[in-house]
């Protein structure tokens, strides 16, 4: 990743906390605080990874997830332009005990306090504390919905109420993704996504092609889901 230092100080005032701050913890927050740039599909938060810090995605988008032992990857959450996230600082969290990494979908900007920082505001402000909490309850019930997803949806309806959904957000019919891609943001294997894909191509529903899958009959689909 690479770090800028110098930026509009106007960026300062997208952290959600930063208009309960004083005078003196803004300037505090100021000289904590980089822009973090990322490519697409390089890793922000791994094993490996030393604690970020809390992070406000300025540009692109991220996708939270957890490894089993077995290497199978389950999609948490995802992060778009505005939103903000904690568990990149999860290091001064003692409640948290898990391993959530984090990787960029797309080209990234994120605006990063670093953790110690973020630490001390959380011990001193309790605007910063409340806020923090506030995030780890709604990432927690995001985490919940997916588990509920998993374990209790059939997979042909959570397989098509990705498809649909990623169809929506963008507009265009043809979804660039490869089985292996699609897989992890199902939170599946890849033989499994390539059957159902299989299934809803005989059906009239898409269309796969190498590295990508088009949506033919985004109604059917829907009726998939209901």
């Known amino acids: 990743m690479n770090v800028k230092t110098e930026f509009d100080e106007q960026l300062l005032k997208k952290i959600p906390f930063y208009s309960?701050?004083?005078?003196?913890?803004?300037?505090?927050?100021?000289?904590?605080?980089?822009?973090?740039?990322?490519?697409q599909n390089n890793i922000i938060r791994g094993e490996n990874n030393s604690c970020l810090g809390m992070i406000t995605v300025l540009k692109g988008c991220i996708r939270a997830y957890i490894i089993s032992e077995e290497g199978r990857e389950i999609t948490l959450f995802r992060l778009q332009k505005g939103d903000s996230c904690v568990l990149s600082s999860s290091c001064v969290i003692?409640?948290?005990?898990?391993?959530?990494?984090?990787?960029?979908?797309?080209?990234?900007?994120?605006?990063?306090?670093?953790?110690?920082?973020?630490?001390?505001?959380?011990?001193?402000?309790?605007?910063?504390?409340?806020?923090?909490f506030e995030t780890l309850t709604n990432r927690f019930s995001s985490v919940m919905w997916t588990m509920q997803q998993i374990l209790f949806s059939r997979f042909d309806s959570?397989?098509?109420?990705?498809?649909?959904?990623?169809?929506?957000?963008t507009g265009v019919s043809e979804i660039k993704m490869t089985h292996e891609q699609i897989a992890q943001r199902v939170s599946s294997a890849r033989e499994v996504v390539a059957r159902m894909l299989k299934r809803f191509s005989s059906d009239g529903l898409v269309e796969v092609r190498r590295g990508s899958v088009i949506i033919k009959n985004p109604t059917g689909l829907k009726k998939i889901i209901s």
């Not at 309960?20 to 490519?39: G, M, P, W, Y």
């Not at 984090?102 to 973020?118: G, P, R, Y």
């Open 20 to 39: 309960s701050l004083n005078d003196r913890e803004k300037d505090f927050v100021k000289a904590n605080t980089v822009i973090h740039q990322c490519e």
């Open 158 to 169: 959570r397989l098509a109420s990705f498809l649909v959904s990623e169809y929506e957000n």
């Open 94 to 132: 003692s409640q948290i005990t898990f391993d959530v990494q984090m990787t960029a979908e797309k080209d990234c900007e994120l605006l990063t306090v670093n953790s110690d920082a973020f630490g001390k505001l959380t011990e001193q402000n309790i605007y910063v504390r409340c806020y923090m």
